[in-house]
């Protein structure tokens, strides 16, 4: 069984940064896809961004160019207040191209608070 947790969110300011890191536990995927989904309130969860084994990214067009998806975090720049959610690593065996939905993805982590004040 895989376990992850997610760690290093916090309230900022608008423009601030922040970096989330997801950490696995059990044991591990030679190749799995790994992704952070996003939830704020009255809203629909919707994916941020991907990373293959290969290292290839994808990312949501209301986040490109200010958050970067490495293999264990989530680098968040320029921080806005559309970005306040709870923040969800997801991991899936097997590589991003079988994703089709979020319901893919196998292991999910228990969330972390994202707060951007304006």
């Known amino acids: 069984q895989v376990q992850l947790r997610e760690s290093g969110g916090g309230s900022v300011q608008s423009g601030g940064s922040l970096r989330l890191s997801c950490t696995a536990s059990?044991?591990?995927?030679?190749?799995?896809?790994k992704g952070w989904f996003r939830q704020a309130p009255g809203k629909e969860r919707e994916a941020v961004a991907t990373?293959?084994?290969?290292?290839s990214t994808t990312y949501a067009d209301s986040v490109k160019g200010r958050f970067t998806i490495s293999r264990n975090y989530l680098q968040m720049n320029s921080l806005k207040p559309e970005d306040t959610a709870m923040y969800y690593c997801?991991?899936?065996?097997?590589?991003?191209?079988?994703?089709?939905?979020?319901?893919?993805?196998?292991?999910w982590g228990q969330g972390t608070q994202v707060t951007v004040s304006s």
């Open positions: 990373i293959d084994s290969d290292g």
């Open positions: 997801a991991a899936v065996f097997g590589p991003c191209r079988q994703v089709i939905a979020d319901r893919d993805f196998t292991y």
């Open positions: 059990g044991y591990t995927y030679s190749t799995y896809c």
